[in-house]
């Protein structure tokens, strides 16, 4: 089993910036990547940014690409969402997910991923 806890949320102004963190706990030798994802009230969870947990080799949503980046602290086990330039529309549940299963492919679909943490909200007035 592997643990996620998230932290880092919270109310921010358009153009504003936010970082999110998350750490995993447990056989986290087992995780092959990590990633976030975030749902809006009424819409479908979707795929914000992963990292592969062995070389760090990254991908980001379109949306966000140029204003978030995901990275890694390999001692601690934890990862973080740097989030720049922050838009009303970034506003959602941002989820921290991790999964044991091998290879790259299908990495932006949350049914890849085993283990959730609970969720951070941001919110993003404008």
């Known amino acids: 089993q592997v643990q996620l806890v998230e932290s880092g949320g919270g109310l921010v102004q358009a153009g504003g910036s936010l970082r999110l963190s998350c750490t995993a706990s447990?056989?986290?030798?087992?995780?092959?990547?990590m990633g976030w994802f975030r749902q809006a009230p009424g819409k479908e969870r979707e795929f914000v940014a992963v990292?592969?947990?062995?070389?760090?080799?990254?991908d980001h949503a379109e949306s966000v690409k140029g204003r978030f980046t995901i990275s890694r602290d390999d001692a601690k086990s934890t990862i973080f969402l740097q989030m720049n330039s922050l838009k009303p529309e970034d506003t959602a549940v941002y989820y921290c997910?991790?999964?044991?299963?091998?290879?790259?492919?299908?990495?932006?679909?949350?049914?890849?991923?085993?283990?959730w943490g609970q969720g951070t909200q941001v919110t993003v007035s404008s």
């Open positions: 997910a991790a999964t044991t299963r091998i290879g790259w492919d299908l990495r932006t679909g949350p049914s890849r991923y085993n283990y």
């Open positions: 990292i592969k947990w062995s070389g760090g080799r990254t």
């Open positions: 447990g056989r986290t030798f087992s995780v092959y990547s």
